[in-house]
């Protein structure tokens, strides 16, 4: 009974003393912008979460000035925003940042590159975050992976994509690597922010367009100007989203409140991922019996198309800078690492279960 008493005063007095610093030192304020609107489904919904989380997980003792795209400054302005000082964190997609760095992209997702799973092993644990600090420390920002949405849709388009020719003269919404994969195959990439795409879409400005998958794409309605969807792109095979913090303010930080933010970036880049895999599979069905769209996937031509495509991508991308060579050395040889052997195991046991039971 005693040693009972002991521990429970022990691990009472613990938590008193991790808490402590921080009720000292007051509140403390982060001003985060946005990339996504607000209360956005899907990616809006998880950047207001992880703000909410900042604010549980401190204790009150950090909270959290929110702004989503538009309400301080647009979505493509976050980066210089953050970097300059005048807001102390963003969340978007890294890959909006290609025009900065063309390394940029391989923190968010690159054409026939790491899903999801294998993307945060490679941050996590395999140098990436390393090399993330390093490219965004040139800009005065640190980074931390905040959300994913796992392998995203190849798009919606109105017509059927049959061979590699359909993509020329195609107007599509594509950011990112992939945007410059599909213009090797003589396709116009436009890169807008989630906002802006619903009424290009229907006004005809641009003729197709990628999001996301079926759980974040039924609440953008673009059923209605495009009524093919195809499964699993090449562009975006997972990787994960940004927390871009302005490196002087993090620097400035106690330690505990630096554990605060990380414990919440790390619980929404899960919690984010989960969320998809709950529901894409649920709003997939949605959009096929509400709304009568039609579900295709790319064919073995189509897909060779974007290989080539991808292969001259990946030769300018390296010659951008000696950086961007180092990034795309370690990033394929962690690929060819951690994809290779997931494929032998987990890739060879769902290719198995979902041939026995039947699956898609």
């Known amino acids: ?18 808490a402590a610093p921080a009720v000292a030192q007051g509140t403390r304020t982060m001003t985060i912008v946005s990339t996504w609107p607000r209360d956005f489904p899907g990616l809006g919904i998880s950047a207001q979460r992880f703000c909410q989380r900042i604010n549980e997980i401190s204790g009150g003792a950090i909270t959290t000035e929110y702004f989503a795209a538009g309400e301080r400054v647009g979505a493509f ?32 997702s690159v054409p026939f590159g790491m899903t999801t799973q294998e993307w945060t092993a490679w941050i996590k644990f395999g140098g990436g975050q390393e090399l993330w600090d390093e490219l965004s420390g ?19 388009f109105n017509k059927e994509i049959e061979s590699p020719d359909d993509f020329k003269g195609l107007k599509m919404r594509m950011p990112g690597l992939g945007g410059q994969v599909i213009t090797k195959m003589g396709a116009s990439s436009v890169s807008l922010p989630g906002g802006q795409i619903y009424e290009n879409l229907v006004s005809g400005a641009i003729e197709a367009t990628e999001w996301v998958g079926p759980y ?37 930080l106690t ?54 495509g991808a292969e001259e991508v990946f030769e300018e991308t390296r010659d951008h800078s000696a950086m961007a060579a180092k990034i795309d050395d370690e990033f394929q040889a962690k ?7 997931i494929g032998k195991f ?3 046991f769902v290719t198995q279960r979902n041939r026995i039971l039947g699956l898609g």
Request: aromatic content about 16%; proline content about 1%; cysteine-free.
């Open 255 to 308: 330690d505990f409140e630096r554990a605060v933010i990380t414990a919440a970036a790390n619980e929404e880049h899960a919690a984010a991922h989960d969320e998809n895999m709950a529901k894409n599979g649920e709003y997939l069905q949605k959009l096929i019996d509400e709304q009568g769209i039609q579900v295709r996937a790319f064919n073995e031509d189509v897909w060779d198309g974007f290989a080539e």
């Open 346 to 348: 987990e890739g060879q």
């Open 216 to 252: 974040n794409d039924y609440f953008m309605k673009f059923y209605e100007a495009a009524k093919y969807y195809y499964t699993g792109g090449m562009h975006e095979p997972g990787g994960g989203l940004a927390l871009g913090l302005n490196a002087s303010w993090w620097g400035s």
């Open 77 to 108: 302005d976050s980066f210089d925003e953050v970097s300059s000082g005048n807001a102390h964190a963003y969340i978007g997609a890294d890959y909006y940042w290609t025009g900065k760095h063309a390394g940029f992209a391989y923190f968010t």
């Open 138 to 156: 040139e800009f005065g920002l640190k980074k931390l992976p905040v959300g994913s949405t796992g392998t995203q849709a190849g798009g919606w």
């Open 335 to 341: 690929l060819r690492e951690i994809g290779g052997f």
């Open 1 to 18: 009974m005693e040693r009972r008493k002991f521990l429970t005063g022990a691990a009472l007095g613990a938590g008193a003393a991790l």
